[in-house]
C-alpha cells in the first residue's frame, strides 16, 4: 500500500511539475475553480489528463 501511494503521489508531483513548466499554470488557476469539493491532486491528475474538461463523473 505504501508504494502505492508514493507512485501515486510522485505522478502528481510530476504532473504539477510539467504544469508550471509549460506555463500552464494560469490556465490551471481557471480550470480548478469549475471543481470545487475536488482534492488538490485530484484536480492536478484530471487537469493532466483533460485540461478541457468542464465536468467529472464521480
Request: glycine residues 4%.
Amino acid at each position: 500500500m505504501q508504494n502505492k501511494t508514493k507512485e501515486i503521489f510522485d505522478k502528481v508531483v510530476e504532473k504539477l511539475q510539467s504544469i508550471v513548466e509549460n506555463g500552464d499554470y494560469e490556465k490551471f488557476l481557471k480550470f480548478q475553480k469549475n471543481f470545487r469539493g475536488y482534492s488538490f491532486n485530484n484536480l492536478i491528475l484530471i487537469f493532466s489528463q483533460f485540461p478541457d474538461a468542464t465536468r467529472v463523473a464521480r
